[in-house]
């Protein structure tokens, strides 16, 4: 009659124990601590990283140029020997944040 009484009143047993008094084991509570610090741990790593990385960018101003050097080309398809060198340096040609030296000017630097 009491463990009914008990069961309705919402104070459920386990045996000798209520299910205040049960808890998990102690190396579990601690391998839980150790897997949630070591978590903590591995983020704050990695969002330290992503700042490092993005402090460390290279960018380029507005007065940077750049040396289009040639490109050779290892493949077996001779069209490219030409046409790899003309898209690469149209290609750069059209993005506002590129200066790129011209070839004449790199003849007369070299000379």
């Known amino acids: 009659m009491q463990a009914t009484l008990r069961s309705a009143a919402g104070d459920r047993h386990y045996g000798d124990k209520s299910l205040a008094e049960r808890s ?3 190396w579990r509570r601690h391998a ?21 990385d993005y402090r460390n960018r290279i960018t380029l101003s507005p007065s940077d140029t ?24 149209t290609a750069l040609e059209q993005t506002p944040y590129l200066s790129i030296l011209g070839p004449d000017k790199v003849v007369a630097n070299l000379a």
């Open 24 to 26: 998990w084991p102690a």
């Open 32 to 52: 839980r601590k150790a897997f949630a610090y070591a978590a903590l741990l591995v983020a704050a790593a990695c969002a330290a990283w992503m700042y490092w």
């Open 66 to 89: 750049l040396v289009l050097a040639d490109t050779s080309n290892h493949s077996s398809d001779t069209v490219l020997d030409d046409a790899l060198p003309i898209a690469l340096h």
